[in-house]
């Protein structure tokens, strides 16, 4: 029997979800969501970036906030977000194998819980789609069309390309109380544990499409930290991989690892003046204009 069959047979994994849904509109690049379909009471942000790239005429830099109408179309828009995990248990199993010196079993099975856990969130993205939202109800998909994705909506996760901050997750994560409801909780470092969890967001609109941010210059990076309350530091810190541009700080310390490299070039004694100094025999410029003057002194 192999490791797939016995997760299955023996139930080495439990797996677990939450999602919710809420009015939402677009306010610039954020996403306000509310409380209710009044649309009164503001519960959350969310907050997108913006691709900043040359693109041909015609064409538009993205932000997720575009795939959500605006307050001000009259268009009563939602937004969803969810928390997924198949790997409660998984640590436990593949310690057993590790313990047993069977590493690639260990592996394996750390490596099966990952894609049980896509294969979850396909999987629930599939019933948002068709019945917990229930935008797409008559939505009939082969596995082929929904590997390739040809469904309506999107399901971004922070850290990935079309939104790379992952301080992004503490907000989904509050919105949904993950850690009770789904079983799944949030270091420090904002990494899921178990670690066999995926977390995003579900967006309906038609149009909606995966993209990449890409490169983002200083300008966005603090009109960012200024919606977020964040400093220019922290952000750019979370943002590291996509900035365009070296920080202040990271410029300064370029420049003293640099200056450390420098090789140090020794001083270069000039000969002493004092003949008492020279040694016996000594026939260096000064001894020799020394002599030369004695002898015409004689």
């Known amino acids: 029997m192999n490791v797939l069959d016995r997760i299955v047979e023996e139930k080495w994994f439990a797996a677990s ?34 691709q900043q790239l040359e693109k041909r005429e015609g064409r538009f830099n993205a932000a ?19 928390v997924v995990t198949a790997g409660i248990g998984e640590d436990a199993i593949a310690d057993r194998f590790k313990l047993a010196n069977d590493d690639y079993s260990s592996i394996l099975c750390k490596a099966l819980a990952d894609r049980l856990a896509e294969a979850f969130a396909e999987h629930m993205h599939a019933r948002v789609r068709r019945e917990f939202w229930g935008y797409a109800p008559d939505e009939a998909l082969t596995n082929e069309e929904m590997i390739h994705e040809k469904y309506d909506g999107i399901r971004p996760a922070p850290g990935y390309p079309a939104q ?26 904002f990494a899921m544990w ?17 993209f990449g941010v890409g490169k983002i210059e200083r300008d966005q990076v603090e009109d960012y930290a200024a919606r977020k309350g964040m400093s220019v530091g922290e952000i750019e810190r979370w943002l590291a991989p996509i900035l365009n541009y070296i920080p202040v700080q990271d410029q300064s310390t370029q420049a003293r690892v640099v200056k450390d490299a420098t090789p140090k070039v020794a001083p270069v004694a000039e000969p002493a003046n004092d003949i008492a100094s020279h040694p016996p025999g000594c026939t260096c410029a000064v001894h020799l204009a020394w002599r030369k003057k004695a002898v015409g002194a004689g």
């Open 64 to 82: 997720l906030s575009d795939f959500i109408a605006p307050s001000a179309s009259g268009v009563p828009d939602y937004i969803g977000a969810f």
């Open 17 to 50: 979800a939450a999602i919710g849904f809420w009015p939402a509109a677009a306010d610039g690049d954020d996403i306000v969501l509310y409380a209710d379909d009044k649309r009164k009471k503001k519960i959350a942000t969310l907050h997108t970036l913006r």
């Open 164 to 189: 790379p901050d992952h301080t992004e997750k503490a907000t989904l994560f509050k919105l949904l109380d993950a850690e009770k409801t789904a079983g799944v909780k949030l270091t420090e470092s």
């Open 194 to 210: 178990p670690g066999s969890s995926v977390s995003g967001l579900y967006f309906g609109n038609a149009e909606s499409f995966y």
